[in-house]
């Protein structure tokens, strides 16, 4: 799906402007045990500028600005942003004026797309309105409830994790990288969220599956993995698939193999592509949403 020329040429200008407003400065070595190589983001720096935040080496200020993190998670354009924006203020729009969403978007001191630019009276950071508006279509749409329980695959520095807290009450038991746990817990602290940060174990109540791209960059052995400890035990599940682009580059599994070896796992899985959790760069990637939720079925 090809993006509106005007769209283009902004996220083209936001593109340049963010390579020289980010911070170059690359995370320190990591000292001890380098994290296995399991995922496409573990390659990079990313491990390590989350190790650096967890350790108190860096200090979560401009933490969202730092290349090595704005590679991995802080990667949507203003076309996007306008997109989730139009979305919240159609059925939630008293979230975009929440002092704790503030406090949630405002967290690393990320670049913000201007106002106008998005259409919303000020400016955001284009991938926390993608966490907001996930969170709430999430409810919305009847794969979580108020107060109930997510595991995440792929937490990132846990803004999905906090706008599930902040909007419904949700707890989440974030699943990463070790490093990357402990970062995204101390982000939920330093939001005064820390009693929704679940460990990374089973929930004993029905849960939520949340995995936002993360789980189709995993190679096929721990996507198995994943399988048998999380997703067949899973009440209802969300995967944003980007198989598209890295089940050739990782030798990984297609969206259609990945939704049978759920269906052989008792996982009723299917593959939808919904325009509300969908943004222009997933429809122009061919990214999917494999879903299911066994009190539908």
């Known amino acids: 799906m090809k993006r509106p020329l005007a769209h283009r040429i902004i996220d083209r200008i936001w593109s340049e402007a963010g390579d020289r407003l980010q911070d170059p400065v690359r995370p320190p070595e990591a000292s001890g045990d380098p994290s296995e ?79 106008r630019v998005l259409g919303t009276t000020r400016a955001w950071s284009p991938t926390s309105l993608r966490y907001l508006a996930h969170a709430l279509w999430l409810v919305d749409s009847g794969f979580i409830h108020a107060g109930g329980t997510a595991v995440e695959i792929g937490v990132g520095f846990g803004g999905l994790s906090a706008m599930l807290a902040i909007c419904h ?11 990357v746990e402990r970062a995204a817990a101390l982000q939920m602290a330093e939001l005064e969220l820390a009693a929704h940060a679940k460990p990374n174990k089973l929930p004993e109540a029905d849960f939520c599956l949340i995995s936002n791209y993360a789980f189709t960059e995993l190679p096929s052995e721990l996507q198995d993995a994943y399988i048998d400890r999380y997703l067949r035990h899973a009440q209802s599940g969300v995967i944003l698939s980007n198989a598209r682009v890295f089940s050739g580059r990782i030798g990984g599994r297609s969206d259609e193999q990945l939704v049978g070896i759920l269906q052989a796992a008792g996982v009723p899985a299917e593959i939808g592509r919904n325009p509300a959790i969908l943004g222009p760069a997933d429809r122009s990637c061919g990214v999917s949403l494999i879903h299911w939720n066994h009190a539908h079925s």
Do not use: Y
């Open 37 to 115: 190589v399991s995922s496409v983001s573990s390659t990079m720096e990313w491990p390590r500028a989350c190790a650096a935040l967890a350790a108190g080496t860096w200090t979560s200020h401009g933490f969202r600005r730092r290349k090595s993190v704005r590679q991995v998670v802080e990667t949507l354009a203003p076309s996007d942003g306008r997109h989730f924006a139009k979305w919240i203020a159609s059925h939630h729009p008293e979230f975009l004026n929440d002092p704790r969403v503030r406090a949630a978007n405002d967290w690393g001191d990320p670049i913000q797309a201007p106002s």
């Open 169 to 179: 009450g949700v707890s989440t038991a974030m699943v990463d990288l070790q490093e």
